[in-house]
């Protein structure tokens, strides 16, 4: 387990570097520098800020020149942020990011996994029906439909629940719930169809045949093999939130790291792009890593030797 | 059902807390994170609403735009108008009990200057004798460049040329006093809060980036403490999400969004501030049709600028001349009316039949307002004068790019004052200033620019600017102004004293809040 | 096909058919200004409102379901072609290929897919820009979207392939010595085409939901042409005071949404009870 934990993480690195690489060249494509402003400058100018941010020399000198930094740690100045560094802006936006995403991540899965067992559980009955329905609208909702009907609701007409911001729990319950909705009608279709499939399988029938209690059953055979189905899901799942979250924060003015993904590359701030993908990326590997390993504990028929992947 | 019952009942009960509005604190909308509160790098309108707040400058703007002493007590003009010299207030201090000297002024503006420091706005003070030199690197020692400190309470600064408007230029912010010493001990990070130190109304309590801004009331202020405690700047971008925590009672202070402006129009929270901005179309005149004078002043006469504040509805007024109404030597009277007529005939004095002409190209920058515009004047020219008119849009930066290299027939742009004179606003499009896109070059309109920036009589300055206005505006057309914008505020009831100017500044000096 | 495919390719069709009508359905033209009726309610006029500049929202959301669609099939088609192509490759061939082309994936998937997206979108835009404005939002969008999402199907592709490469009549095949391509094409590919067919009806939808994402946050198409995205943004701008401007786009698009996944969930029960000969 260890050994086959370790080699995850190892393979995990040549991806990252790969991915800065990567990013790195497809930056170089975009048209536009990130200094034209309203009011054009001087040419003297122009050449003082190119010294400032590194933005002197051929491609390959650049590409050396930041690799070095990052094995520094150092991802170098913004260029839109003046005197701010990529560092110190992730550090302050990635804890918000994630503190949403993992609220976003429990509703998906306490919600999913509840409301598909109770579906699938009682099969064709009105309440499957009903949170079949329900599942159909969510996974159609795009999350700007989610999150104005929200804010309409909760915001205005009932006043229960702030707009935006983010200056205590409350402030969460929009945001994460805007941001679960599509995955947990997701999660609850994933969840609900495998529950249906286990409880055909003759194994479960046998055993309801053999007169085991019914709870018995349902716990240990089909909640084991639903959450193992699902799980497939969590990889996507954590991809899903991190990125659906730029449209979350922006309507919600959450302070996380999601809107970067669109405005470092609207801004040119090469070094924010190069940054936010990396943090991605890892965190990307680590969840995989995680859910792998969970899949393994899980289910102990894959957790010796590795074929494909 | 229970359990949903109390939670819903203790969701009401918080949300009822949030909202109770905290006394003597203001928190208002940025809109988006200020790139920077370093007062010689900043550039934007978003920056200079925080800087205002925790520094203030030589002069400061009146009510009617006329320079007022602020950290300079009075200030005198040698004979030829080119050495001013600025005498210091005196028991004035900064945040960290160091008193304010003069020396303090020559730093920052050398540091605005210096190459190294490559601040954007650097050639705002290229008026002041080797300022240029000096920040292209050809003279080496600053002692060279008009502005020095002979004493801890004068300044005097020597220009290349006499500049009437020297003392309003004087209340921007690049030309803020600063403390060299903090900016090099603590370098890139001297703006951060625990660091920074400034001498104006507030000071900078807590910036958690890309979020909010907290500023406290500085209570050594030299005018006296003001009467709030603190500003929370949040920075929310959506303009509907503010508007709605405004209505939440979360917010006190927010722009209203141009569409929901008709809404508030009757409501006693509605602010609208006419701002010293324009907004004006440009023709590329080396690009046909508009090579031909006449056809510029055709496609001019065929806009209908009445109709631009219905359908903006944000208090647009339509102007016909480039210097906005409100700045000095503003003349409502100038430029082209709307006359289809005249623009049909003069397009067959020109020889240019519509049906046969290529479609004419607007090209704008991706916005709310630029979007309706465009539609808006394509409607104009079709309909109008028979032309067919395409209307493209651009990402911002990829927009200056060719408005610099390649500039399309027919642009959009805006110009907001850096200090309120009209020579901000005319000398954009003499041949040689680097922001006229229009490639339009005319020697005497130069001159009269010239002239005017440097004539003290009030009267012969307005004649001047007329007349520079009309080769602008009627006669050489290489521009049509539109309209200009105006700043449309809603304002919570328990705020007061809040007048906003035209320049679109905010002081909070004397603001107060229930 | 169970009676909510039915009822998904009911809507689809439906949605094509406006589509391919365009502003037409609607009797106004998506572009024609009426500033008199500016921001009106709807109205026996105009049946589902206007917007700020007076044109018929009806006209609007017809037109820009047409541009919605031909970007979201646009992109499936690149993405299904793409991965079909990589994937195939990567499951037929094998070996050192098959592990370099399957690392590729796993840095794709390690990209984040939104930055991916815009960064494609604004280096097309560019290098399209030959074409008219229309037309070369349209591409960049579907060109983006595409090689965003082929991944998935390339990966999907080559599991089928491998598996029907263990199939007993795949092995006689090669044991013959018939040419890959003959193979690829008789034996394997039926075996892909339904999985496929069902993987696209799911894409569609998701290529809807990209491109009125971005086109929300102002990156897809531009104005004056519209697309349920944009159209989108408009009304939340003016959704206090003019709910009618967001309604009926998020209506569109949800019902867009349903009909795809009603008909995807029908096809796939049809198609995949079939055994897999």
């Known amino acids: 387990m260890t050994r086959y934990a370790l080699g995850r993480i190892l393979a995990g690195i040549p991806v990252l570097w790969l991915v800065a690489t990567v990013t790195f060249l497809l930056l170089r494509f975009l048209p536009g520098g990130p200094f034209d402003k309203e009011r054009v400058l001087p040419p003297e100018i122009m050449r003082n800020l190119a010294h400032r941010y590194r933005l002197e020399g051929t491609l390959g000198e650049q590409y050396v020149d930041y690799l070095e930094r990052l094995a520094r740690g150092d991802l170098g100045p913004s260029y839109k942020y003046v005197g701010r560094d990529v560092a110190d802006i992730l550090r302050d936006s990635v804890p918000v990011s994630l503190e949403l995403g993992a609220a976003a991540f429990a509703l998906t899965v306490v919600g999913g996994i509840g409301l598909g067992l109770a579906a699938g559980a009682r099969r064709d009955s009105r309440v499957d029906r009903a949170i079949s329905l329900g599942s159909l609208v969510g996974v159609s909702a795009p999350s700007f439909v989610v999150g104005a009907g929200g804010i309409l609701l909760f915001g205005l007409a009932l006043r229960w629940l702030p707009a935006g911001l983010w200056e205590g729990p409350l402030y969460a319950v929009l945001p994460a719930c805007t941001l679960a909705a599509l995955p947990t009608a997701y999660a609850t279709q994933l969840t609900r169809a495998q529950v249906a499939a286990v409880m055909d399988q003759d194994y479960v029938r046998t055993a309801r045949a053999l007169g085991v209690r019914e709870s018995r059953v349902r716990r240990r055979h089909v909640l084991r093999n639903a959450l193992l189905a699902v799980m497939t899901y969590f990889g996507p799942l954590l991809a899903i939130l991190l990125t659906g979250s730029f449209v979350v924060e922006r309507i919600f003015a959450v302070p996380g790291m999601g809107r970067f993904f669109v405005t470092a590359v609207t801004n040119r701030d090469y070094p924010l792009v190069l940054g936010v993908t990396l943090v991605y990326a890892a965190l990307v590997v680590v969840a995989n890593l995680a859910v792998d390993l969970l899949y393994a504990w899980l289910d102990p028929r894959i957790r010796v030797g590795r074929g494909e992947p | 059902m229970r359990g949903l019952a109390l939670a819903a009942l203790f969701a009401v009960a918080c949300s009822r807390g949030a909202s109770r509005a905290p006394a003597r604190q203001l928190r208002i909308n940025l809109e988006t994170e200020p790139p920077t509160l370093d007062w010689n790098l900043a550039t934007d309108g978003v920056s200079i609403v925080a800087i205002e707040q925790l520094m203030r400058g030589l002069t400061r703007l009146g009510p009617d735009l006329a320079p007022e002493p602020d950290l300079a007590e009075h200030w005198d003009v040698s004979p030829d108008g080119r050495t001013y ?39 705002f003070l290229f008026g002041v004798r080797g300022a240029r030199a000096y920040n292209a690197g050809k003279l080496g020692d600053f002692g060279a460049v008009g502005v020095h400190a002979p004493d801890d309470r004068t300044l005097v600064v020597e220009l290349d040329a006499p500049l009437v408007y020297f003392p309003a230029l004087v209340n921007f912010m690049v030309t803020f006093p600063l403390r060299r010493d903090l900016v090099e001990r603590f370098g890139d990070r001297w703006t951060e809060p625990g660091n920074l130190v400034t001498l104006g109304p507030f000071v900078l309590a807590e910036w958690r980036h890309e979020y909010r801004l907290v500023l406290t009331a500085n209570e050594h202020y030299w005018a006296g403490r003001p009467p709030l405690d603190r500003i929370t700047a949040y920075m929310v971008q959506e303009g509907s999400t503010a508007l709605v925590l405004f209505e939440q009672g979360l917010l006190d202070l927010v722009r209203i969004p141009p569409l929901e402006i008709r809404r508030y129009a009757e409501r006693p929270e509605y602010l609208r501030r006419p701002l010293l901005r324009g907004y004006y179309y440009g023709f590329n005149v080396r690009k046909p049709p508009f090579d031909d004078v006449r056809v510029r ?61 290529a479609p004419v190209k607007i090209v704008y920058n991706s916005d709310q307002t630029n979007k309706l515009v465009a539609e808006k004047v394509q409607a104009f020219w079709r309909d109008g004068l028979g032309v067919r008119v395409e209307v493209e849009n651009r990402e911002w930066k990829v927009y200056l790019r060719e408005l610099s290299t390649d500039p399309p027939a027919v642009f959009r742009l805006g110009w907001g004052a850096d200090f309120p004179d009209p020579d901000n606003f005319l000398n954009l499009f003499t041949s040689y200033s680097e922001n006229n896109h229009t490639g ?57 004293g809040f007048v906003p100017s035209a320049m679109d500044l905010f002081f909070f000096e004397k603001v107060s809040a229930e | 096909m169970s009676a909510r495919g039915w009822v998904g390719a009911a809507v689809v069709t439906a949605l094509v058919a406006l589509a391919l009508a365009g502003d037409r359905a609607a009797g106004y033209r998506f572009d024609a200004q009426d500033t008199a009726h500016a921001l009106e309610a709807p109205s026996r006029a105009h049946w589902l409102g206007c917007d700020a500049l007076g044109r018929d929202l009806l006209a609007r959301l017809c037109e820009g379901g047409r541009v919605s669609l031909v970007v979201a099939v646009g992109a499936t088609g690149l993405a299904l072609l793409l991965g079909l192509s990589y994937g195939a490759l990567s499951g037929w061939v094998g070996g050192r290929l098959d592990a370099v082309l399957m690392r590729g994936v796993d840095v794709v998937y390690a990209l984040p897919d939104v930055l991916v997206t815009v960064l494609l979108i604004e280096i097309l835009s560019a290098a399209l820009s030959g074409l008219p404005d229309l037309w070369r939002r349209l591409a960049a969008l579907a060109l983006a979207l595409g090689f965003s999402g082929f991944v998935g199907v390339a990966r999907l592709v080559r599991a089928l392939v491998l598996q029907a490469r263990e199939e007993v009549w795949v092995e006689a095949a090669r044991a013959t010595g018939a040419p890959a391509a003959r193979i690829l094409v008789r034996q394997v590919l039926p075996n892909v085409a339904a999985p496929l067919f069902v993987s696209a009806a799911f894409r569609i939808p998701a290529a809807i939901l990209s491109e009125s994402t971005l086109s929300f946050i102002g990156l897809g198409i531009q104005p004056p042409f519209s697309s349920w995205g944009t159209l989108a943004n408009d009304g939340f701008e003016a959704m206090r005071s003019f709910p009618h401007l967001i309604i009926f786009p998020c209506v569109a698009i949800l019902c867009a949404l349903l009909g795809f996944h009603l008909l995807g969930e029908g096809l796939r029960e049809r198609l995949e009870a079939r055994p897999s000969r």
């Open chain 2, 85 to 123: 010299t600025f005498h210091l207030r005196q028991g004035v201090n900064w945040s960290d009990g160091v008193p304010l000297v003069a020396q303090h002024f020559v730093d920052s503006w050398q540091r605005l200057l210096a190459p190294a420091t490559a601040a954007e706005y650097a050639y």
């Open chain 2, 297 to 357: 002043r055709a496609f001019a006469l065929a806009i209908d600028r009445a109709q631009f504040p219905g359908l903006l509805r944000g208090g647009e007024v339509p102007a016909a001349s480039w210097i906005p109404a409100g700045m000095p030597f503003a003349n409502a009277e100038l430029g082209l009316p709307f006359d289809p007529e005249r623009a049909r005939a003069l397009l067959r004095e020109a020889g240019v039949d519509p049906a046969q002409l």
């Open chain 2, 440 to 496: 339009w070059a005319n020697p005497d309109y130069d001159a009269l620019v010239e002239r005017a920036a440097r004539e003290p009589d009030t009267a012969e300055r307005q004649r001047l600017y007329d007349r520079a206005q009309r080769i602008l505006c009627e006669e050489d057309v290489p521009m049509v102004p539109l309209f200009d914008t105006s700043a449309n505020f809603a304002v919570s009831p328990r705020v007061h």
